[in-house]
């Protein structure tokens, strides 16, 4: 099935590798309006806006650590200053630290939540302030984890935020479902990306 996205501006974050990186190439081959690409990598983030740019889409990259927590408002302003509106958002961002259920500490639990679930609250939220603005609905799409479901023995921390991360993009499509904005989430298995080999 093929779908367009003509003139639709995203943002997309963890687009310099993996899943995230394979959903801005799919956004940009179906036609989207523009880009704006994120993560912590500058030369690889650099490297895909320009290989994006170059095949005809409009593509910024801007450098997040997603634990900072003035980054979601920061990321949404970017795309507005650079496009004029947002139109869909993709949180394919994550950390997938490993630590027994034993083993995980305090930081662990703090790193991964920050950055697989406070974060994606608080784009999903400027977000949807944006695109209620626009007055003409809008996508979001969560990239969660079948982890949220059964669990592992080195993820538990991780499974704890894809979980949390469900329930949220359950809680943000609900709330805004008059207002046209559709909050999905795929729950996706094991995938060979550099951050798991």
């Given at each position: 099935?093929?779908?367009?996205?003509?003139g639709?501006?995203?943002?997309?974050?963890?687009?310099?590798q993996?899943?995230?990186?394979?959903i801005?190439?799919?956004?940009?081959?179906?036609?989207?309006?523009?880009?704006?690409?994120?993560?912590?990598?500058?030369?690889?983030?650099?490297?895909?806006?320009?290989?994006?740019?170059q095949?005809?889409?409009?593509?910024?990259?801007?450098?997040?650590?997603?634990?900072?927590?003035?980054?979601?408002?920061?990321?949404?302003?970017?795309?507005?200053?650079?496009?004029g509106?947002?139109?869909?958002?993709?949180?394919?961002?994550?950390?997938?630290?490993?630590?027994?259920?034993?083993?995980?500490?305090?930081?662990?639990?703090?790193?991964?939540?920050a950055v697989?679930?406070?974060?994606?609250?608080?784009?999903?939220?400027a977000?949807?302030?944006?695109?209620?603005?626009?007055?003409?609905?809008?996508?979001?799409?969560?990239?969660?984890?079948?982890?949220?479901?059964?669990?592992?023995?080195?993820?538990?921390?991780?499974?704890?935020?894809?979980?949390?991360?469900?329930?949220?993009?359950?809680?943000?499509?609900?709330?805004?479902?008059?207002?046209?904005?559709?909050?999905?989430?795929?729950?996706v298995?094991?995938?060979?990306t550099?951050?798991?080999?």
């Amino acid at each position: 099935m093929e779908f367009r996205l003509e003139g639709k501006v995203v943002l997309v974050t963890g687009a310099t590798q993996g899943i995230g990186r394979a959903i801005a190439e799919a956004l940009a081959r179906s036609g989207a309006g523009g880009l704006l690409v994120t993560g912590r990598e500058p030369v690889r983030g650099s490297e895909v806006a320009t290989s994006l740019s170059q095949a005809g889409t409009p593509t910024a990259f801007v450098a997040a650590d997603l634990a900072d927590t003035t980054a979601p408002a920061r990321l949404v302003d970017e795309c507005i200053s650079r496009f004029g509106r947002i139109d869909a958002l993709v949180n394919a961002a994550g950390l997938t630290n490993r630590a027994s259920f034993l083993d995980a500490d305090l930081d662990d639990w703090a790193a991964l939540f920050a950055v697989n679930a406070r974060a994606p609250f608080f784009l999903m939220q400027a977000a949807i302030r944006q695109m209620r603005k626009q007055g003409q609905g809008g996508a979001i799409v969560n990239i969660l984890s079948i982890n949220a479901h059964c669990g592992s023995p080195e993820l538990a921390v991780y499974s704890a935020t894809k979980g949390a991360l469900a329930t949220l993009t359950r809680n943000a499509a609900n709330a805004h479902r008059f207002d046209r904005i559709r909050v999905n989430g795929i729950n996706v298995g094991w995938t060979d990306t550099p951050a798991e080999r």
